[in-house]
């Protein structure tokens, strides 16, 4: 079986480092790498929902439905991202009750 690279080097296909666009390089500091930006960017909608609350309060120019939905959004990537957290312990305990 011929591989995808020698394929497109016989047919003058330039090749792409990364086909799928939001797909992490191969290894595992790319994979600690997409875990911290998943992170950082669930932080930053935290941060932005935290400060739309704060300048509807002080009544500041901001539309009720924007600072709702911001709030919305922040709560369930954080929801997300704590499912995420829970099955890779669940994995992670799975791993290691494995005897060898």
């Known amino acids: 079986m011929a591989s995808i690279n020698a394929i497109q080097q016989q047919l003058n296909i330039p090749q792409t480092p990364n086909p799928l666009p939001g797909k992490p390089e191969n290894g595992p ?27 509807l309060f002080t009544g500041g120019d901001v539309n009720p439905a924007e600072v709702l939905t911001a709030v919305q959004k922040a709560d369930m990537s954080f929801k997300m991202m704590l499912q995420v957290r829970n099955k890779m312990m669940q994995a992670y305990a799975e791993v290691k009750d494995i005897r060898v």
Do not use: H, P, T, Y
Request: charged share 30%; net charge negative.
């Open 29 to 55: 500091e790319s994979f600690g790498k997409f875990l911290l930006e998943g992170i950082q960017e669930v932080n930053q909608m935290q941060q932005d929902a935290d400060r739309a609350v704060e300048s």
